[in-house]
């Protein structure tokens, strides 16, 4: 167990609805990041949020959108779904923005387009 | 972009030893991850390579060449739990995102 939660742990919807990932980092951890993972394109990094900033940004769709709240919980918006956007969506975190630091994912959302 | 390449697929016995290769362009190097991947599960970190040289960790081991733009991770007493996607994440300076490969999957059979 990493410590990092994430919810839903499934979700199945439909084509051209919107739904909210939710991810609560570790204790202490500050930075939070999202990856999109599907059977053909592996683990691509989305966006990273850093004390309730965006701090980098990866390549993550104009439909996506995601923010970090004080608690430091982070939610991902995905809206307009297409089949296409199904996949696993992890949320890693870290204690700082740093390039030492070792990022722990969460157990992901599975994520159904139908 | 930046290129990583790892096999796709490994086998190997039961209480051998694997090692699984990533290669990547140098330029800007920063450090090179590895991660461990069951099916359907979170990534768990195994290793941090920064530095030249050899990191053990138990049956676990990680090696980096940076002139070389090459990694291994050497798996020991293969186990018949080890069977998983390992990948392979390398930072390049400037951005401390980790840019993952697409993973080698290895199956352990008795």
């Known amino acids: ?114 | 972009g930046q290129n990583i390449d790892q096999p796709t697929e490994m086998t190997a016995t039961e209480g051998a030893i694997v090692q699984i290769n990533c290669t990547y362009q140098t330029s800007g190097f920063n450090g090179l991850f590895w991660y461990q991947q069951h099916a359907g599960e979170a990534p768990t970190f195994l290793s941090y390579n920064v530095l030249d040289g050899l990191e053990e960790k138990g049956r676990f081991s990680s090696f980096l060449s940076r002139s070389k733009g090459y990694s291994y991770l050497l798996l020991k007493e293969l186990q018949m739990k080890d069977s998983a996607s390992y990948l392979c994440a390398v930072r390049l300076g400037g951005s401390y995102i980790p840019t993952f490969g697409r993973g080698t999957s290895l199956i352990v059979h008795p």
Do not use: M
């Open chain 1, 1 to 114: 167990d990493s410590g990092v939660t994430q919810t839903p742990k499934h979700l199945i919807t439909a084509t051209g609805q919107r739904v909210t990932l939710r991810c609560s980092p570790r204790s202490g951890d500050l930075s939070v990041y999202w990856y999109q993972q599907s059977l053909d394109q592996g683990l691509q990094f989305l966006i990273q949020y850093y004390n309730g900033e965006e701090r980098a940004k990866g390549n993550i769709l104009e439909r996506f959108s995601a923010q970090q709240f004080p608690d430091l919980h982070s939610e991902l918006n995905l809206s307009s779904l297409e089949l296409g956007d199904s996949a696993l969506y992890f949320c890693a975190s870290s204690g700082g923005p740093a390039a030492t630091d070792t990022q722990y994912f969460g157990p992901g959302t599975r994520l159904t387009v139908l």
